[in-house]
């Protein structure tokens, strides 16, 4: 029997393979060309554009580190806006914490519809919790109208090409300082691999500390995500996640009970330590 090999497109010259059983879905949306991929070693794999987005064997590292360190950072998250995420992951980990209400903005309700019927072992029952809002809008314009004050913002977006170019902008980053709480507000992002996209890291952390008094770049590795180290960036008002003590995060990590597979208050800290190559770039790009 012939073999059925998927192959990402987002690198021209590096490529993921991944050996699939069947497809699961072949859509497209007004925004995106969306797939469902039903792999031998991930798992289910949702595809976004020819990019690959999360795998159900892999997906809690991102998920956690993407939620954990900002929701942690914070004394005491009540309110908090994801942006993207249709996939269900982050909002899952959200809800870990005893939050007030929690908003979704995804622009591409297909991503929401598709996830709650194949990659429940992502969502899991995450999109019928009470305290999630759900609301399919654009979160460039969620976020310009002012819909009241967040102590955390998410971002959970696809590569800044097609509908997610515009989360990378300065603008949206100023409307998003504006829309978090006072003091305490904090904003979270991934950037992308540093390796192979050089340029997304440098530039966003560059506009954000234009707008932010405090921003800082943390590490993870997703083994889906090619390129090695996979890069993240905390932004806030007034809280500096370098100078939060490991006791710290200890004792919120402890008081809240949570259950983690990759996370850890001390990953938390550590994941803070960049390489040389990274921290010159990231400082270069800032300074310049």
């Known amino acids: 029997m012939k073999e059925t090999w998927f192959y990402e497109s987002i690198f021209p010259s590096v490529r993921l393979g991944l050996k699939i059983k069947e497809t699961l879905v072949s859509n497209k949306s007004p925004y995106q060309k969306i797939n469902i991929l039903d792999t031998y070693e991930f798992g289910k794999v949702?595809?976004?554009?020819?990019?690959?987005?999360?795998?159900?064997?892999?997906?809690?590292?991102?998920?956690?580190?993407?939620?954990h360190l900002p929701m942690l950072s914070h004394p005491h998250p009540e309110r908090v806006l994801i942006i993207g995420g249709g996939d269900g992951g982050i909002l899952r980990e959200v809800l870990k914490y005893p939050v007030k209400e929690v908003f979704l903005v995804e622009i591409d309700e297909k991503?929401?519809?598709f996830s709650k019927t194949y990659l429940s072992v992502i969502c899991r029952n995450s999109f019928n919790d009470r305290r999630a809002n759900i609301i399919i809008d654009d979160g460039v314009n969620f976020v310009k109208e002012g819909k009241g004050k967040f102590d955390v913002v998410i971002v959970d977006?696809?590569?800044?090409?097609?509908?997610?170019?515009?989360?990378?902008?300065?603008?949206?980053?100023?409307?998003?300082?504006?829309?978090?709480?006072?003091?305490?507000?904090?904003?979270?992002?991934?950037?992308?691999?540093?390796?192979?996209?050089?340029?997304?890291?440098?530039?966003?952390?560059?506009?954000l500390k234009k707008i932010f008094p405090f921003v800082?770049?943390?590490?993870?590795a997703v083994p889906t995500y090619v390129g090695g180290l996979f890069s993240f960036i905390l932004?806030?008002?007034?809280?500096?996640?370098?100078?939060?003590r490991l006791w710290e995060i200890e004792k919120r990590y402890r008081k809240l009970k949570l259950k983690t597979r990759y996370y850890n208050p001390k990953i938390h800290l550590a994941s803070f330590a960049l390489p040389t190559h990274i921290r010159k770039t990231v400082e270069a790009k800032r300074n310049g």
């Not at 554009?49 to 993407?66: K, N, P, S, W």
């Not at 800082?216 to 993870?220: E, G, K, P, S, V």
């Not at 932004?235 to 939060?244: E, N, T, V, W, Y």
């Open 111 to 113: 991503v929401i519809e």
């Open 46 to 67: 949702l595809v976004l554009d020819g990019v690959v987005q999360t795998t159900e064997r892999d997906e809690f590292i991102y998920h956690e580190m993407l939620t």
């Open 235 to 244: 932004a806030s008002k007034g809280i500096d996640p370098l100078k939060i």
């Open 157 to 207: 977006s696809s590569d800044p090409i097609g509908p997610a170019k515009v989360l990378f902008s300065s603008k949206f980053y100023g409307d998003t300082f504006n829309t978090l709480s006072h003091n305490n507000g904090i904003f979270a992002q991934q950037t992308g691999s540093p390796f192979l996209q050089r340029e997304e890291l440098p530039y966003v952390h560059k506009r």
């Open 216 to 220: 800082a770049t943390f590490l993870t």
